[in-house]
Antibody, heavy 117, light 109 residues
Framework: EVQLVESGGGLVQPGGSLRLSCAASGFTFSGYWMHWVRQAPGKGLVWVSKIHPDGSITTYADSVKGRFTISRDNAKNTLYLQVNSLRAEDTAVYYC??????????WGQGSLVTVSS | QSALTQPASVSGSPGQSITISCTGTSSDVGGYNYVSWYQQHPDKAPKLMIYDVSKRPSGVSNRFSGSKSGNTASLTISGLQAEDEADYYCCSHAGSGTLFGGGTKLTVL
């Protein structure tokens, strides 16, 4: 069974940083592109970033480019998102998701990041 | 990187059919057959309902169907049931990135 479990969210002050993690199991993690998608409270889904199976290619939404960094450790079956220079508008549930055949097929349960002073 | 356009809400009675549209451009919906649809119940993670425009994952009811014409994709739910009440999001590959629609709230009357 595919499982994606996010962790690392919490309350952070504006300008602060966090590292989100996503532990993957039930599939060959190193064979899949992976995504981060976020959802602000009461709002829709917004794609954030994705990473190649070997970590060599990364892409970002314009809204987070230069502040967020996606990475992965295939030995640990773990996906990461380093989020820096946080703003109030970054407050959201952050989902880790698996890419299959060009689309997202499995999602984690999400990790809430709240940016507030 | 503008979001795909979906109606904010749709509604229907049990047993009826509804269709949710998703409009993009030739750089996303119109340019690829990587269009997917997700169902999200309150405080839950999204669930894949349709992929490759019109294919259903194993376990998804055949009451759900997808199609595409030009830059607009559509999700049709037939034989509406109370459990279908949820938010629905379309999604498309868009070159180096991925785009979601703004979401549509389905109310089963």
């Amino acid at each position: 069974e595919v499982q994606l479990v996010e962790s690392g969210g919490g309350l952070v002050q504006p300008g602060g940083s966090l590292r989100l993690s996503c532990a993957a199991s039930g599939f060959t993690f190193s064979g899949y592109w992976m995504h981060w998608v976020r959802q602000a409270p009461g709002k829709g889904l917004v794609w954030v970033s994705k990473i190649h199976p070997d970590g060599s290619i990364t892409t970002y939404a314009d809204s987070v480019k230069g502040r967020f960094t996606i990475s992965r450790d295939n030995a640990k079956n773990t996906l990461y998102l380093q989020v820096n220079s946080l703003r109030a508008e970054d407050t959201a549930v952050y989902y880790c998701a698996r890419n299959w055949n060009g689309q997202i097929d499995y999602w984690g349960q999400g990790s809430l990041v709240t940016v507030s002073s | 990187q503008s979001a795909l356009t979906q109606p904010a809400s749709v509604s229907g009675s049990p047993g009826q059919s509804i269709t949710i549209s998703c409009t993009g451009t030739s750089s996303d919906v119109g340019g690829y057959n990587y269009v997917s649809w997700y169902q999200q119940h309150p405080d839950k993670a999204p669930k894949l309902m349709i992929y490759d425009v019109s294919k259903r994952p194993s376990g998804v009811s055949n009451r759900f169907s997808g199609s595409k014409s030009g830059n607009t994709a559509s999700l049709t739910i037939s034989g509406l049931q109370a459990e279908d009440e949820a938010d629905y999001y379309c999604c498309s590959h868009a070159g180096s990135g991925t785009l979601f629609g703004g979401g549509t709230k389905l109310t089963v009357l």
